[in-house]
């Protein structure tokens, strides 16, 4: 009885925990990218300088968090990668538009799924920990540590258009 009452409990803490791994839905008023191409839209905020001495982009010196929305495509037939789009804090001139790659192998595990976005000045390397996360990599391939207030780390979320009223 015991061992149907803890299985019992197991199945509910599973439907729950696998109920709660999904993308949350973000209001937008920019056009959204839709359709089978694309693989996904994760977003993130991450410390400013640091992120900016990485990718080789200048911002301001009072520039404290970095708002992050990368837009991954892909071919809908082959799955292979395409292009790739950045808007953010730190591009708010120009978004970054490029090509990705995947890879493997990271500094603790060579079987690591990684993301490799070719970007003007720089190659932002992102570790896929599963299909709604990734990590932001330093140039080792080592995961960058955030601090108090931010990570390197982006979410999957889906958008949908703002209402007309706000």
């Not at 009452?5 to 999904?22: E, G, W, Y």
């Not at 950045?86 to 493997?104: P, Y």
């Not at 932002?124 to 990590?135: P, R, S, T, V, Y």
């Amino acid at each position: 009885m015991k061992k149907l009452l803890f299985l019992a409990l197991l199945l509910v803490f599973s439907v729950t925990v696998i109920a709660q791994n999904t993308p949350p839905i973000v209001p937008t008023s920019r056009p959204i990218s839709a359709g089978p191409e694309v693989l996904g839209v994760f977003a993130g905020r991450c410390p400013c300088q640091e992120l900016a001495t990485l990718l080789k982009v200048t911002v301001s010196s009072e520039c404290f968090k970095s708002k992050w929305e990368i837009t991954l495509f892909h071919d809908p037939k082959t799955h292979q990668p395409t292009t790739f789009q950045l808007i953010g804090t730190a591009f708010r001139k120009k978004d970054q538009n490029g090509a990705w790659k995947i890879s493997k192998g990271i500094k603790n595990d060579p079987e690591a799924t990684v993301y490799e976005l070719q970007m003007e000045n720089a190659t932002l390397q992102l570790l896929k920990a599963d299909d709604n996360l990734l990590f932001m990599l330093n140039h080792d391939r080592s995961l960058l540590v955030g601090n108090e207030l931010f990570s390197y780390t982006l979410n999957r979320i889906e958008k949908k258009p703002m209402s007309a009223s706000k």
